[in-house]
């Protein structure tokens, strides 16, 4: 925690990763804590590994999905081991026997945001900093009816400048062009001092606004079934694909079981902040949803959910070729 503090603290917040505050406010100590504890019952560079990268936004999920589930399989009462090689492959985890012998692969699948949604959010955050240096009480969002990209660092600092200038030539004004860019004054400033202090707040788009759709996860779970499934049959064991969502996708557990049962019509999600000017479009068919059709070799699956003591649920498979451990098909926490 002080190496990472003293390393990036010094940054301004654009410039940092999104997990710096889980890395080092105190707020977080517990989650910090089980993650050193976690990591303390891998072998040694196996541990540096994950360690070197749970605070990457690409890595921090998947890293902490993977060390949830070796909890959960411990909690269950099932011996294992993180990343062994069988056959060519190493499975994330392992179930072994008394006599070191497999007994379930367990894969882990993170369903993660488009890759450029953490270079927008710190783009944004940019932005955000610039205009908090104005000293009028203002809070300020975009309009637009199309998605908006956030502006590289010099348009950024123009952006900042001629609002600056706006905001403080005592021109009434709600509205203000920028650099291709409509900004809209939400908030009377003369009634925002005590709330926002003596500075203007830009709400920023969320860069993660649009549909909610578990369909990109279970195309990870295929995946994941096409890579494995020959080894689970050559070892006669049940194949167990461990799934969890980035925070960021919006995706929970009642729309994996949404696309598992199928449903008698459509159901449309959005997710959006109060700065996203566009949330996106949708085409929707009224037809009823079938259910997912399991493929025979994925014995069932493991829903991580996404915050300490990242809790385990249980989805066997019902037609599954090798049945899914009975101690993994209830729910229970990753401790």
């Known amino acids: 925690m002080e190496a ?15 997990t710096y505050d889980i890395a080092v406010q105190d707020e977080h100590a517990a989650w910090r804590q089980w993650l050193d504890d ?3 019952l891998l072998p040694d560079q196996a541990s540096e590994a994950l360690a070197n990268k749970v605070w990457l936004d690409e890595h921090f999920w998947p890293v902490n999905f993977e060390l949830a589930i070796g909890a959960g399989l411990r909690a269950a009462g099932l011996r294992t081991v993180y990343e062994e090689v069988w056959d060519g492959l190493s499975p994330d985890w392992t179930v072994l026997s008394d006599s070191g012998t497999p007994l379930a692969f367990v894969e882990v699948h993170t369903d993660m945001p488009a890759p450029e949604t953490f270079g927008q959010m710190r783009a944004w955050h940019g932005l955000v900093e610039r205009i908090k240096e104005i000293p009028v009480p203002v809070l300020l969002q975009l309009a637009s009816a199309k998605p908006v990209s956030p502006p590289d660092p010099r348009t950024a600092k123009k952006i900042a400048q001629d609002l600056r200038r706006e905001l403080l030539s005592g021109r009434p004004g709600s509205t203000f062009w920028t650099q291709g860019y409509t900004f809209l004054v939400m908030q009377d400033p003369r009634r925002e001092v005590a709330k926002l202090g003596m500075h203007a707040c830009f709400d920023p788009p969320g860069s993660r606004a649009g549909s909610v759709t578990a369909q990109r996860l279970v195309e990870g779970i295929t995946e994941k079934v096409r890579k494995y499934k020959n080894l689970a049959a050559r070892y006669e064991v049940p194949l167990i694909v461990a799934v969890g969502a980035h925070r960021f996708t919006g995706v929970t557990l009642q729309q994996l079981d949404d696309v598992l049962t199928g449903l008698p019509a459509p159901k449309i999600t959005f997710q959006f902040n109060a700065g996203d000017p566009f949330i996106g479009q949708q085409t929707v068919n009224m037809a009823p949803v079938p259910p997912w059709e399991w493929p025979s070799d994925l014995s069932g699956l493991l829903w991580i959910a996404n915050q300490l003591p990242f809790d385990l649920t249980g989805r066997p498979n019902p037609a ?5 451990p009975a101690a993994l098909m209830a729910s229970r926490a990753g401790r």
């Open 4 to 18: 990472h503090r003293h390393r990036y603290g010094k940054r301004p917040p654009q410039d940092r990763q999104l």
């Open 38 to 40: 976690q990591l303390a």
């Open 320 to 324: 599954a070729q090798r049945r899914m």
